[in-house]
C-alpha cells in the first residue's frame, strides 16, 4: 500500500513539473503547448553532451541546457508564434505539436536510438527506502519543487503587478495593452520559462532511469498535460493537484490491473481518467440544475 | 424541365466520369509499369505507403477539414484498421478472405472513432486535441504492446488477398489494390461533399446554433464524421498491413502520426487533391534523396517534414490550396472591379413546402401558432428572462421590442430550443415542444435567423440555400456516400435555391462567400434561408440592425409579403420603431426579463411603462 503510494507520488511530482508549465503558458496566451515533453527531451541531451562527452560539471551543463531551452521557447514566441498569419489559440497549439515533431526527429537522426546516459551528481538507487521503493533525494526535491512551483506560482500571479499583468494580457490583450502593459514582452517571457520549466522537469526526471532516448520525456509530459487539464487548465495549483490525481490513480490501476495479468496500461488510464473529469465537469453544471429545478411541463 | 436549368451538376460532369477512369488506371496501370524499370517491387512498396498515407489523409479531412473536429490521434485508427485486418484474417481456422479482414477493419476504425467521438459532443478545441492525443498514446505505448492484440515483438501476420487461387502477395499487387481503394475512396469523398452530409457537416463546422436552426442534429453528425473518418483510417490501415504482410505497434509512433499531420495541412485542410499530392510527394521525395546523396541524409526528411509543418501552420494555414486559392483570387480581384448592387426588394417565390418535409399541422388563421408562458432563464446571478410568455396567432407579424438587455434574443433562443429554459412552456402549432432539442423544433417548422447572421460564412450564397434545406432531402449516410437514392432529393433542392436565388434577385451572388457580402445583403440572404423550407413560423432576430433606411422599407415590404402572399406568421424583435409599427399586428414590450406591455403596436408604444421602460424616469 505505502508503496503503491510512493510509486504514485513520485510520478504525481514529475506530472507536476511539466503541468505548471502548460498552465503557465495556457494562462497568459490560451495556448495549449505539446512542445515541453520534446523540449525536455533535448535540453538532456544537451546536458549530456556538455557533461558525459565534454566533460563539464553536471549543474553547469544542465544550467546552460535550462537557459537555452528558455532561449527557444523566447525564439519560438519571437520568431513564430508572434508572426502567425492566423492568431488563433487552436493553431498556435498545432505549431507546438510541430515544433514537437521536429525537435523529436531530429534527436532521432542525431542520436538514433543508441542510449545516451548522462551521469548526474546523485547516485541512481540510492535514497529512503519507503516499504520497499527506494525514494532518491532527487524525486524528492521533483516533488518539492513541483509543489512550491505550483503554489509560490499561483501567489506571483496574483500578488504582483507582473503576474497580474500576464493573467490581464490572456484575458484581454487589446485592453491590457491599452493600460500601458508590453504584452508582447510577457509572452516572451512566459514560452521561455515555460520551456524552462520543462528542462528543468526532465532534468529532474532523468536520473531516476538513467538513460536518455529520442521522445524519452514525451511520454512523462502527456501526463503533465493530462494533469493541466484535469486540474482545469486554468489553476497552478489544481495542476498539483491533477498531477497527484492522476500519478496515484495510475500507480493503483497498475497494481490491480497486475493480478489480471495486465501490464504497461498507464496510458489508457490516463486517458479514462481524463475522460472521465471532463465528461463529469461538462455535464455537472446541467445536473445540478436538473436536481435543485426540474423544468415545469405544464400541460 | 431539362438538365439545362441545373446549373450545379457542372462539378458532377467533371468528376463522374473520373472515377471509371481511375479505376482502369488504377487496375492496370501498376501491372504495366512492372514490366518496364520504372516500377520495381521498393518503388511499388513506396508508392503504397503513398496511398495509406493518402487515405488516412482523406479520413482526417473528414473530420478537421469538413467538420471542423481536432484530432491529434487519427494514426492510431489506422493502427486499429491494421490490427484488426490481422486479427481477423489471422484466426487459425475460419480462414477468412481479405475482403471481409477490410471490411472489419473499416468496422473496427469505425467503432473506435465513436467512443472518441462520444466525449467530442460535450468538447471543443484544445480539450478535443488533448483527448485524441492521448488516444494515440494509449494505442500505440500501451494497447498495440499487449501481446494478444499486437501480436508482442513479432507483430501480427496479415495474409495476402486471393484472386481465385492467385495470391495477391508482391508489392505490385498492393499498389494495385492501394490505387483502387484510393480511386473508390475518392469518389466517396467526392460524394460526401456534395451531398446533405457534406454540407451538415460544414455548417456544424462554421456554426453549430446556426446548423441546429436548419434541423441539423448537431451530435449525429459529429458522431457521424467520427466513424466516417475512423472508418476510411482503419481502411487505409488494413491497406498498411496488406502491403507489408505483419503490422507491428512501431508502425503506429509519432513520425507516422507526423507525417499524416503534414500532409493534411500542407495539401490543405478540406481539398482532396492536395492532400493526395502531398500524400504522394511526401513519400517519393525521401527515397529519392537518399538514392541522390546517399545514406546520410536518410531520416533527415522528418526533421525537414516537421520545419515544414511549423511554416506551413505559421505563414499559409490553409496549405497548398490555400495559397492557389488565394492567389486566383487576387487575380479576380484585380480584373474586375466589386459586382454592382442588386435590385434591391426581392420578390419571394411562393415554393410550398418541400416534399421531403412532413407536412406541418396547419392551424386555422386566428388561432395560436406559437404560445409560451412562464419562461424563465437564469445565466448564473441574472434573471434574463422572467416569467415571460407570449402567443402569435397564424397569420400574424409580431413584433418584440424592449431595450438592451430585456431578454429578447434569451426568450427567441427559448423559443426555438437554443437553449433550455430553466421553467416555463413552448408549444408550436399545439404541440408541446418544450422538451425537444433546437433542430427537431426546426423540423416542425420553426425558422429563425441570428442577430449576428446565421449564415456559413465562408461558403457561397448557394452553398447557403442547400445547407437552409437540410430537413428537405430526407436520405441517409449511405446515399449521401454513393449518390444512390440521393439525386431526386438534390434535383428538387437545387431547383428551389435556383428560384429562391432569383426570387431575392441575387443571381450574380450566387457562387460568391457570404462573407464578402455586406452587412445587410447577408441579411436577405439569411433570410432566403430561412424561406427555403418554408417554414410556418419565421422568427427574425433584428432583421434590420445595420440597414439604411431604404434596405429597411423594402425589408417592411418583404415581411408583409412573407405574411400576406406567403401566408406565413412572424415573430420578430426589432428596435425600428417605424418598421414594427409599419408592418406588425401585435407587440410585446420586454424589460428587464419581463413582458411589460402587448396589445396594439400604436396604442402600446405610448403606454406610460414602454416609454418609462425606454427613455427612464421623467422626474418632474
Not at chain 2, 353 to 358: A, D, F, K, L, N
Not at chain 2, 488 to 509: C, H, N, S, V, Y
Request: hydrophobic residues 50%; charged residues 15%.
Amino acid at each position: 500500500m505505502l508503496q503503491v503510494l510512493a510509486i504514485g507520488l513520485i510520478s504525481a511530482g514529475i506530472y507536476a513539473l511539466f503541468a505548471v508549465g502548460v498552465v503557465l503558458v495556457y494562462r497568459g496566451t490560451k495556448v495549449l503547448t505539446f512542445a515541453g515533453g520534446e523540449v525536455g527531451t533535448a535540453a538532456l541531451y544537451v546536458t549530456a553532451f556538455l557533461v558525459t562527452t565534454h566533460g563539464m560539471p553536471w549543474f553547469v551543463g544542465a544550467l546552460v541546457a535550462v537557459v537555452l531551452a528558455a532561449g527557444l521557447g523566447a525564439v519560438f514566441e519571437l520568431g513564430l508564434v508572434r508572426w502567425s498569419r492566423d492568431a488563433d489559440p487552436v493553431v498556435t497549439s498545432i505549431l507546438t505539436v510541430a515544433l514537437s515533431a521536429t525537435i523529436f526527429a531530429t534527436e532521432i537522426n542525431l542520436y538514433g536510438n543508441n542510449p545516451t546516459t548522462l551521469k548526474t551528481p546523485v547516485a541512481v538507487g540510492s535514497g529512503i527506502d519507503v516499504d520497499g521503493v527506494i525514494v532518491s533525494p532527487i524525486q524528492i526535491a521533483a516533488i518539492v519543487v513541483a509543489g512550491l512551483l505550483g503554489f509560490g506560482l499561483q501567489a506571483f500571479l496574483r500578488r504582483t503587478d507582473f503576474g497580474l499583468a500576464i493573467l490581464a494580457a490572456a484575458d484581454d490583450s487589446t485592453a491590457t495593452r491599452l493600460v500601458g502593459v508590453r504584452v508582447s514582452r510577457i509572452r516572451v517571457v512566459l514560452w521561455a520559462s515555460s520551456f524552462a520549466l520543462a528542462a528543468i522537469a526532465a532534468l529532474l526526471v532523468e536520473p531516476t532511469i538513467g538513460v536518455i532516448t529520442p521522445g524519452y520525456a514525451s511520454t512523462l509530459y502527456l501526463g503533465g498535460l493530462a494533469a493541466a487539464v484535469i486540474g482545469g487548465l486554468d489553476s497552478l495549483p489544481g495542476a498539483v493537484v491533477g498531477a497527484t490525481v492522476l500519478g496515484l490513480a495510475q500507480s493503483f490501476a497498475d497494481r490491480y490491473l497486475k493480478d489480471l495479468g495486465l501490464s504497461g496500461l498507464d496510458y489508457v488510464v490516463t486517458l479514462a481518467l481524463l475522460l472521465v473529469v471532463l465528461l463529469v465537469r461538462s455535464y455537472a453544471p446541467e445536473l445540478r440544475k436538473r436536481l435543485t429545478s426540474p423544468v415545469e411541463v405544464t400541460a | 424541365m431539362t438538365a439545362v436549368t441545373l446549373p450545379l451538376n457542372r462539378t458532377t460532369r467533371v468528376h463522374l466520369p473520373m472515377m471509371p477512369l481511375g479505376l482502369v488506371v488504377a487496375l492496370f496501370l501498376p501491372a504495366l509499369a512492372a514490366q518496364t524499370p520504372l516500377l520495381n517491387e521498393p518503388h511499388a512498396l513506396i508508392l503504397t505507403e503513398a496511398c495509406v498515407l493518402a487515405i488516412a489523409g482523406l479520413s482526417l479531412n473528414v473530420l478537421l477539414g469538413y467538420a471542423g473536429q481536432i484530432s491529434l490521434g487519427q494514426y492510431a485508427f489506422v493502427g486499429v484498421g491494421a490490427f484488426t485486418t490481422g486479427l481477423v484474417t489471422g484466426v487459425p481456422d475460419l480462414r477468412l478472405p481479405w475482403l471481409v479482414g477490410l471490411i472489419a477493419s473499416a468496422g473496427a476504425g469505425g467503432v473506435i472513432a465513436l467512443l472518441v467521438g462520444l466525449p467530442a459532443l460535450r468538447l471543443r478545441g484544445l480539450y478535443l486535441a488533448v483527448v485524441t492525443i492521448s488516444v494515440a498514446y494509449a494505442a500505440s505505448e500501451s494497447l498495440f504492446r499487449v501481446d494478444r492484440i499486437g501480436g508482442g515483438s513479432a507483430g501480427k501476420v496479415v495474409p495476402p488477398p486471393y484472386f481465385g487461387s492467385h495470391a495477391l502477395s508482391t508489392s505490385v499487387d498492393a499498389l494495385t489494390i492501394g490505387l483502387v481503394l484510393l480511386v473508390l475512396l475518392l469518389q466517396v469523398d467526392v460524394n460526401l461533399v456534395r451531398s446533405r452530409l457534406g454540407r451538415a457537416f460544414r455548417v456544424v463546422k462554421a456554426d453549430e446554433s446556426v446548423a441546429a436552426s436548419f434541423g441539423v442534429d448537431v451530435a449525429r453528425y459529429k458522431l457521424t464524421a467520427f466513424v466516417l473518418s475512423g472508418a476510411i483510417a482503419g481502411i487505409a490501415g488494413c491497406l498498411d498491413g496488406t502491403a507489408f504482410g505483419t503490422v507491428t505497434g512501431q508502425s503506429f509512433d509519432y513520425g507516422h502520426a507526423l507525417a499524416l499531420l503534414v500532409i493534411v495541412v500542407l495539401g490543405g485542410l478540406g481539398s482532396r487533391t492536395g492532400i493526395v499530392i502531398a500524400a504522394f510527394l511526401t513519400s517519393i521525395y525521401p527515397p529519392l534523396l537518399v538514392a541522390i546523396f546517399g545514406d546520410g541524409v536518410r531520416g533527415w526528411d522528418q526533421t525537414v517534414n516537421g520545419m515544414v509543418l511549423i511554416l506551413t501552420v505559421a505563414f499559409q494555414p490553409r496549405g497548398f490550396a490555400g495559397a492557389f486559392r488565394d492567389a486566383a483570387e487576387h487575380r479576380r480581384m484585380r480584373a474586375g472591379g466589386a459586382p454592382p448592387l442588386p435590385p434591391t426588394r426581392p420578390n419571394l417565390p411562393d415554393l410550398g413546402r418541400p416534399v421531403g418535409m412532413p407536412a406541418p399541422r396547419r392551424t386555422q388563421p386566428g388561432t395560436p401558432v406559437l404560445e409560451a408562458h412562464g419562461v424563465n432563464v437564469r445565466f448564473g446571478g441574472l434573471q434574463a428572462v422572467d416569467g415571460a410568455g407570449l402567443r402569435v396567432d397564424r397569420g400574424t407579424i409580431v413584433a418584440l421590442m424592449g431595450p438592451n438587455g430585456a431578454g429578447k434574443t434569451t426568450m427567441f433562443n427559448a423559443i426555438s430550443g437554443a437553449l433550455a429554459p430553466d421553467a416555463g412552456s413552448v408549444h408550436f402549432l399545439g404541440e408541446d415542444v418544450s422538451a425537444l432539442p433546437p433542430h427537431q423544433r426546426a423540423a416542425r417548422g420553426m425558422g429563425r435567423t441570428f442577430q449576428l447572421i446565421g449564415l456559413a460564412k465562408d461558403q457561397s450564397v448557394y452553398e447557403n440555400l442547400l445547407i437552409a434545406q437540410h430537413l428537405a432531402a430526407p436520405y441517409g449516410v449511405l446515399s449521401a456516400l454513393t449518390t444512390v437514392g440521393s439525386r431526386r432529393w438534390e434535383r428538387e433542392l437545387r431547383t428551389r435555391a435556383d428560384q429562391t436565388l432569383e426570387g431575392l434577385g441575387f443571381g450574380r451572388f450566387r457562387d460568391t462567400p457570404v462573407s464578402r457580402l455586406s452587412h445587410g445583403q447577408q441579411r436577405i440572404v439569411e433570410i432566403g434561408c430561412c424561406l427555403v423550407t418554408s417554414p410556418e413560423l419565421v422568427m427574425l432576430d433584428e432583421p434590420s440592425a445595420g440597414m439604411s433606411p431604404a434596405a429597411s422599407e423594402d425589408l417592411a415590404s418583404t415581411l408583409i409579403d412573407i405574411r400576406d402572399k406567403l401566408d406565413r406568421t412572424v415573430l420578430l424583435i426589432e428596435h425600428n420603431v417605424p418598421l414594427v409599427l409599419g408592418t406588425a399586428d401585435e407587440l410585446y414590450v420586454m424589460d428587464a426579463g419581463r413582458v411589460i406591455a402587448n396589445g396594439e403596436p400604436l396604442d402600446v408604444v405610448q403606454r406610460p411603462e414602454v416609454v418609462r421602460a425606454y427613455l427612464g424616469e421623467v422626474s418632474a
